[in-house]
């Protein structure tokens, strides 16, 4: 509990501190109030470190961190208040007399509660005292013990079933290299074996290991659980491979020098089964301070060895440099079947035909679990009647303790921070599709990102949050989903069935789920400890007969599941949600009965996390009050069923808005955008005049520099001038990847149709991003030169595209932008030729692809100097009628792809000289 509080209170102490600064804090003591607090809290922070609930087995003591969590989170919400009155205070006018004395009332209510909160923090102070000395006294958890393994299975080796496939080519790579030509007696090879829990990495391995052993000079089996120095790696190589010769008082150096005598001139077969990562290890280096001792390995054994691993985390194998890595996810279930049936009576069928039906019909449920196969077995053995037998497919999941016991191992040796966020994913139902962009979010609105990560020179909570989830993908925790085909390519994770059943055991105290019908309410219950709940739409008004506010208004995440009646609309009762004050997460995307957001919205004023479904047509203006909130979601976005009509007007008073993942067309019509300084993409901006009221100046875009990803600017025929253009400092915005400018159409209403070629050209110029920009897109721009910066300073750039460019003379010179893969260009009226001063000084080192179409004026694609195109492989011309001659592509190295339409003078003939064409179409 103690790491479950930790980041709470580090952020608390940073905001404790800035609201001491302001003069809203300089009566009555106010200021030195908060500078207590501070150091009250410091103090606690540093007797909770060392705590944990993995050393606390007295119940009293847990229920010590349950209040002491209360006490954290009650101060947290004081100081909540505090900054909406400071910033209530700051924007209000000194001669409104009314809102001035509500300011000096609530100011009063708050110091009140502040002075209580003191108080009580004494015995909060105390708690962590206590329970830093139970953590001292405690012993670590026997579970992080773990059982040595062998060569030998404790069962027969016939009863290995499954994982044929792996099988053939763990032996092929122990014999091969890993592109199946014979073994080369040069190359030492380490093959991993991947998979989480259950999955049967050891008895592969031991398999192929029995199989393969007599193929080597020498083979060797290390139990590599907790081997985390060179030392205990040694000694246990030592140990296997000479057994009767005892570590006595050997040092590293001895035992390398004693080794490297046994290695020499040696085919060694060398398997470290159960490898973990040192996931108390301070950095990298000391990560990977156990594995020097392969060094001495590699360099000592005969050419032609090899070194097999077995781990439940990828991130091992990198750490390894596998050169090759097999993944186990589940034998197939009439393997499963088998198993489990050899397990229970030595056999590949019971001769009891009913439990055999049982068996067929219910083996799925173990997901294709070696482990779990043998447990239902050997709890099959153990019965002795047909009826007893077929009740323990009743309730299978009862009888998987090892399963589970295993799985928990994997999650006690996690890191603090990684277990915070994982168990969180427990109030998700079973077989959740999850999107990590959106879980990462609520994990920041939650307060789980650890502080002292940012201050390591990460560029931000998002990339240290989705750092996490890749460090549980890397865990074997979360499984990519295979993709299905269809519109949606967005990359979704599972959770495996048995990893989630564990973490929801695990988390039962802080998660629950409600699921089912109305009657699920009354036979579940909520601990008072829960923070974190997912429900039922329908479940919602049971939940608010049963459990009185005081229990509800403690919550700090609220997940609305869909009705298991899908074809009916979920709706959220507007009285329900203000009894939910304390919600950080409020996630209602699944209420698709929902088209209005209600003004009770506004007693939710903790809330960083905000999700709606595609339903929604109308905010109230309400909404704007929420000035914690980080995150407004709106289901649909990515299948454009979005049906929001506009946003409340003051939506820029949100100035901690972090994510708007809406579509972009809504967020243009936010006014006064720049208030939003947190606020990252991807976002649309209307560029308009002073003298109009809709859209946006660009510079509103001057503060914006947390922007990221896409951002796309519209309208530019509006902006007057070089100097107004600078404004938006996009040089200064390095983490925008992709940047969209946009003109208007030609405006008949205007006198002169829309801005002189200069001005477009001098607005170009003062919009030049940051030099790390991926992708550029230019729209209808009205300019005949390109801008200065485009054709150097652009060093990451990898696509550009440039549309309706009508008056543009020539390309920009590009040959000097070396990542630069693909250039598509499309309706540039007034290009004639593509010659020699298209590359510059350079040549295009990367260019992959690209696309000329509906250039009218084009008459040829010149000469180029040697090696222009060295990458050069897709070419596409479409409607330039002119042109006659493509001579810039003969040197090009190919095998180059040509497809050419509506093109009348460029014809097979044309193209007999480009020697580097291996297909072309012509349409």
């Not at 790491?3 to 302001?22: G, N, Q, Y």
């Not at 004494?122 to 579970?143: F, Y």
């Not at 923070?531 to 007969?545: G, I």
């Not at 972090?658 to 560029?687: S, T, V, Y």
Request: hydrophobic letters at 35%; aromatic letters at 6%.
């Amino acid at each position: 509990m103690g790491w479950f509080l930790s980041p709470h209170i580090t952020e608390l102490m940073k905001v404790a501190r800035d609201c001491a600064t302001t003069n809203y804090m300089l009566y009555w003591g106010g200021k030195k109030k908060l500078e207590k607090l501070v150091e009250d809290l410091e103090d606690i922070k540093r007797l909770l470190d060392p705590a944990s609930t993995a050393f606390v087995k007295n119940q009293a003591k847990l229920e010590q961190l349950w209040r002491l969590k209360d006490d954290i989170h009650d101060i947290e919400e004081i100081l909540d208040s505090f900054q909406v009155e400071i910033r209530n205070a700051e924007a209000t006018s000194s001669s409104n007399l009314s809102k001035k004395k509500k300011i000096y009332d609530n100011k009063v209510m708050l110091m009140g509660k502040l002075v209580k909160v003191l108080k009580s923090v004494g015995e909060t102070r105390k708690r962590a005292r206590d329970l830093q000395r139970g953590a001292q006294q405690g012993a670590p958890c026997s579970i992080l013990a773990r059982r040595e393994t062998g060569p030998n299975s404790v069962r027969d080796q016939k009863s290995f079933f499954g994982y044929q496939k792996e099988y053939a080519q763990l032996i092929s790579l122990l014999q091969k290299q890993p592109d199946g030509n014979k073994v080369d007696i040069k190359v030492k090879l380490v093959i991993a074996i991947v998979g989480h829990a259950g999955m049967g990495k050891t008895e592969l391995a031991r398999q192929a290991f029995r199989t393969a052993e007599d193929k080597f000079d020498l083979g060797i089996w290390v139990h590599a659980y907790g081997k985390n120095t060179e030392f205990e790696l040694l000694k246990e190589i030592w140990k296997s491979v000479a057994g009767h010769k005892p570590v006595g008082e050997m040092n590293v150096a001895c035992l390398q020098r004693e080794l490297r005598e046994l290695l020499a001139s040696k085919r060694c077969l060398l398997v470290l089964d159960d490898v973990w990562n040192h996931e108390l290890a301070a950095d990298e280096a000391e990560r990977k301070h156990a594995w020097q001792a392969l060094d001495l390995f590699t360099r000592c054994a005969q050419d032609g060895s090899r070194i097999v691993m077995t781990t439940r985390a990828k991130i091992c194998s990198a750490t390894f440099k596998a050169d090759a890595s097999i993944i186990l996810d589940g034998i197939k279930d009439k393997e499963m079947t088998f198993l489990l049936n050899h397990t229970a009576n030595g056999t590949t069928e019971n001769s009891d035909h009913g439990v055999q039906e049982r068996i067929e019909k219910q083996v799925s449920k173990l997901k294709g679990s070696p482990l779990a196969a043998v447990e239902i077995g050997e709890d099959l053995e153990q019965k002795t009647t047909s009826k007893e037998k077929c009740d323990i497919f009743d309730d299978i999941q009862s009888h998987l303790g090892t399963v589970y016991q295993q799985h928990l191992f994997t999650y006690q040796h996690l890191q603090p921070h990684l277990q915070r966020c994982f168990q969180f994913c427990s109030i998700f139902p079973y077989n959740w599709r999850f999107e990590p962009d959106k879980l990462c979010k609520m994990w920041m609105a939650l307060g789980f990102v650890e502080e002292m990560t940012l201050s390591t020179g990460v560029s931000s909570m998002e990339d240290v949050t989705r750092g996490y989830f890749d460090d549980l993908v890397n865990r074997s925790l979360f499984q990519l989903e295979q993709s299905k085909g269809g519109g949606d390519k967005q990359a979704r994770y599972v959770i495996h069935e048995q990893i989630h059943w564990m973490i929801r055991l695990a988390s039962k105290k802080n998660c629950i789920s409600i699921s089912g019908d109305s009657t699920s309410v009354a036979k579940t219950s909520i601990p008072e400890t829960v923070r974190h709940l997912s429900v039922a739409s329908n479940c919602l008004d049971e939940l608010r007969k049963k459990y009185p506010s005081s229990v509800l208004n403690k919550m700090r995440t609220l997940l609305v599941l869909k009705n298991d009646d899908d074809s009916k609309s979920s709706t959220v009762d507007k009285g329900i949600l203000k009894l939910f004050k304390g919600v950080r997460v409020l996630d209602l995307t699944a209420a698709t009965g929902l088209t209005h957001l209600p003004g009770t919205i506004h007693n939710l004023k903790h809330v960083r996390y905000l999700g709606l479904p595609s339903t929604m047509r109308n905010l109230c203006d309400e909404v704007t009050e929420l000035f914690f909130l980080q995150t407004f979601s709106l289901d649909g976005k990515k299948q454009n069923t979005c049906r929001l009509q506009k946003f409340p007007k003051h939506m820029n008073k949100l100035v901690n808005m972090r994510h708007l993942d809406i579509d972009m067309e809504c967020i243009a019509n936010i006014n006064g955008i720049g208030r939003m300084a947190k606020l990252q993409g991807p976002i649309e901006f209307k560029a308009i005049r002073s003298s109009e009221k809709e859209g946006h100046a660009v510079s509103e875009l001057a503060g914006m520099d947390s922007l990221r990803g896409t951002l796309s600017i519209k309208g530019l025929d509006d902006v007057p001038s070089k100097e107004e253009a600078m404004k938006a400092r996009l040089e200064q915005k390095s983490a925008v990847k992709v940047l969209k400018l946009e003109w208007g159409p030609p405006d008949p209403r205007r006198v002169n149709g829309g801005p002189a070629d200069s001005d477009a050209v001098a607005v170009l110029e003062g919009l030049q991003p940051h030099r790390d920009l991926h992708e550029l897109r230019i729209t209808r721009y009205p300019g005949a030169t390109s801008p200065s910066w485009l054709g150097v300073k652009m060093e990451k750039l990898t696509s550009l595209y440039l549309r309706n460019c009508r008056k543009l003379n020539a390309l920009p010179v590009l040959g000097e932008l070396p990542c630069l893969e693909l250039l598509d260009v499309k309706e540039l009226s007034c290009v004639e030729t593509i010659d020699s001063d298209f590359c510059g000084a350079g040549t295009f080192l990367k260019l992959k692809k690209v696309v000329l179409d509906d250039m009218p004026g084009l008459l040829s694609w010149g000469d180029m100097p040697k090696l222009a195109f060295p990458e050069l492989t897709e070419v596409s011309i479409v409607d330039c009628p002119r042109l006659s001659s493509l001579s810039g592509l003969e040197l090009c190295a190919g095998p180059l792809s040509l497809r050419v339409k509506g093109c009348p003078h460029i014809t097979p003939e044309t193209l007999k000289a480009i020697t580097g064409i291996s297909n072309y179409k012509f349409h």
